[in-house]
């Protein structure tokens, strides 16, 4: 048993880590299905790497096993010492020619991709969007900028063009991660902006993660982007522009809701406008996927959330029992019909995790 379990032991650690792994491959958050222009670069990249790997590994392990099998002690040629080579030339060219040329292969596409991600050069043109992120414990900013519009958790783009985000954090290191479309790039306090640019090729709603560790609920800082044709779009723009965002909600609980809210919330949250306050710009609210970037946008989850953030999203900063239960049922009311705009994403949108 022993021996038969030692023999298998990594091959039951490999297999069993594969089919973890392979949970990994998400839709529409996984880097290796790209849907966008950075992030098939990358993916490019990647290919090349593991075949330039792959290449090396067969070479050498055919060395390997012709050398172990041709040079091996045999039966009556035990004192037989194969003959000794000192030097050789053509050998130590091929040896040094041949990793040069391999490295040139990776080199070459990694440093054009890194200046291709980097460029900025259509940033500021006419009709080219850049939207200011900014990240927060545990929670992302998005101003429109020269829109006069904010979202949070949730960012809206247009397909088929670039999309320049200028990033930075409000208190500590984050990093904006969205890999079926792009890269990731780290948002830092301060006065550093970061700048990298999004482009999706396809409708849908994306997936993106913090990936710089940021606080007890970093794995909770989870975001969308939600990718529309530019027409749709434009009308978005349109819907969030025309909110306004004193009107008066249809049911007196709802009517209800906005005092207890304008009362209790409006310190830290904004409706209408672009502003970031201590809590997130909540406009679109009813229009969201999530609710603080994690939980279905059920009334349920909404009114556990505004009665205890705290044991939702550990060390978040919004205080627990500003209201009573029964107030959060009206505040949940009047925030849940915040729906703004119809604009949505065509396709099914991914499943639950
Ligand atoms: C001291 C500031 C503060 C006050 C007061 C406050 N909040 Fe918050 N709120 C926050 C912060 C910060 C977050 C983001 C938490 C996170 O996701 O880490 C938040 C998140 C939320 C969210 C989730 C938003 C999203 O983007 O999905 C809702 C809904 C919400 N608050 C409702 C309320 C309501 C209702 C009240 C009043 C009863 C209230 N908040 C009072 C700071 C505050
Ligand atoms: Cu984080």
Redesign the pocket.
């Known amino acids: 048993m022993r021996g038969w379990m030692g023999k298998f032991r990594s091959l039951f650690l490999f297999s069993t880590l594969a089919l973890i792994l392979s949970g990994c491959g998400e839709e529409n958050l996984s880097a290796l299905k790209p849907k966008g222009y950075s992030a098939e670069l990358l993916l490019d990249l990647m290919l090349i790497s593991i075949a330039i790997m792959i290449f090396v590994f067969v070479i050498v392990m055919a060395i390997y096993v012709y050398v172990l099998v041709r040079y091996r002690k045999k039966k009556g040629q035990e004192d037989i010492i194969p003959k000794q080579t000192e030097g050789n030339k053509a050998l130590e060219v091929i040896w040094t020619v041949i990793p040069i040329i391999l490295l040139l292969v990776l080199a070459v596409p990694t440093v054009q991709a890194t200046f291709d991600l980097a460029d900025q050069s259509t940033q500021g043109d006419e009709g080219v969007l850049t939207v200011e992120v900014t990240g927060?414990?545990?929670?992302w900013h998005f101003n429109y900028r020269g829109e006069e519009i904010a979202t949070?958790?949730e960012l809206y783009i247009p397909t088929g063009e670039r999309v320049y985000l200028d990033m930075k954090a409000s208190d500590v290191l984050h990093s904006f991660w969205l890999p079926a479309i792009a890269g990731k790039m780290d948002t830092l306090p301060g006065e550093n902006i970061n700048t990298m640019y999004l482009e999706a090729y396809e409708e849908g709603v994306y997936w993106g993660h913090c990936t710089e560790l940021c606080g007890p609920?970093h794995s909770?800082?989870d975001f969308r982007v939600i990718a529309v044709s530019p027409e749709k779009y434009d009308q978005w723009l349109e819907d969030m522009k025309n909110v306004d965002p004193e009107a008066q909600p249809e049911t007196t609980t709802a009517q209800e809701g906005q005092e207890?809210?304008n009362n209790?919330?409006m310190?830290?949250?904004a409706i209408g406008g672009a502003s970031m306050?201590?809590?997130?710009n909540?406009t679109n609210?009813g229009n969201?996927e999530?609710?603080?970037?994690i939980l279905d946008p059920t009334k349920e989850n909404?009114v556990d959330?505004?009665v205890h953030?705290d044991e939702i999203?550990p060390g978040?900063?919004?205080?627990a029992n500003?209201?009573e239960p029964e107030?959060?049922e009206k505040?949940a009311d009047y925030?849940l019909q915040l729906e703004h705009s119809s604009v949505g994403v065509d396709a099914p949108t991914q499943t639950e995790e």
């Open positions: 927060n414990q545990y929670w949070s958790q609920s909770l800082m207890l809210f209790n919330c310190s830290c949250h306050g201590v809590g997130p909540l609210f969201r999530k609710i603080a970037g909404l959330w505004i953030p999203k978040n900063k919004m205080p500003i209201v107030e959060a505040i925030l």
